[in-house]
C-alpha cells in the first residue's frame, strides 16, 4: 500500500498562483503512476493531470494544459501540482492519486483506475 497527503491548498485571487505538494510513504513511490483530480461541489471528481514513474510522461486535461504543470521528485517521495493563472473554475477540493497502471500515464484514466487517495486538499480562487 501507499499512503498519500496532500498539502499546498488555500484562497487565491484569479489569475494567481498555487504549488500543491503530495507526499508518499509506504510502498516504493516510483513504482506508481501519480494523478491529480478534482471535485467542486455537486460535480464528479475530475481527472487533471498525470506523471509516468519516472516523469518523463506528463498527460494534462485540456482546461489545465498551458496553466498547470504536474512533476515528481522520487528521492522525495513527493508529486507537484503547479497551478499558474488561476481561474474561478479551478475551485475543487484536489485529490492526488497512484496507480499502477502504467497506460494512466499518457492518457486521461478515471479515478477508477486509481487505488490509493489522498484525503484531499481545498483550492478557493476568488477576489
Known amino acids: 500500500q501507499v499512503q498519500l497527503v496532500e498539502s499546498g491548498g488555500g484562497l487565491v485571487q484569479p489569475g494567481g498562483s498555487l504549488r500543491l505538494s503530495c507526499a508518499a510513504s509506504?510502498?516504493?513511490?516510483?513504482?506508481?503512476?501519480m494523478g491529480w483530480f478534482r471535485q467542486a461541489p455537486g460535480r464528479q471528481r475530475d481527472f487533471v493531470a498525470a506523471i509516468s514513474w519516472n516523469g518523463d510522461t506528463t498527460y494534462y486535461t485540456n482546461s489545465v494544459r498551458g496553466r498547470f504543470t504536474i512533476s515528481r521528485d522520487n528521492a522525495k517521495n513527493t508529486v507537484y501540482l503547479q497551478m499558474n493563472s488561476l481561474e474561478p473554475e479551478d475551485t475543487a477540493v484536489y485529490y492526488c492519486?497512484?496507480?499502477?497502471?502504467?497506460?494512466?500515464?499518457?492518457?486521461?484514466?478515471?479515478?477508477?483506475?486509481?487505488?490509493?487517495w489522498g484525503q484531499g486538499t481545498q483550492v478557493t480562487v476568488s477576489s
Open positions: 492519486a497512484a496507480t499502477t497502471n502504467y497506460y494512466c500515464s499518457g492518457y486521461g484514466c478515471s479515478s477508477n483506475e486509481y487505488g490509493y
Open positions: 509506504g510502498r516504493t513511490f516510483s513504482n506508481y503512476v
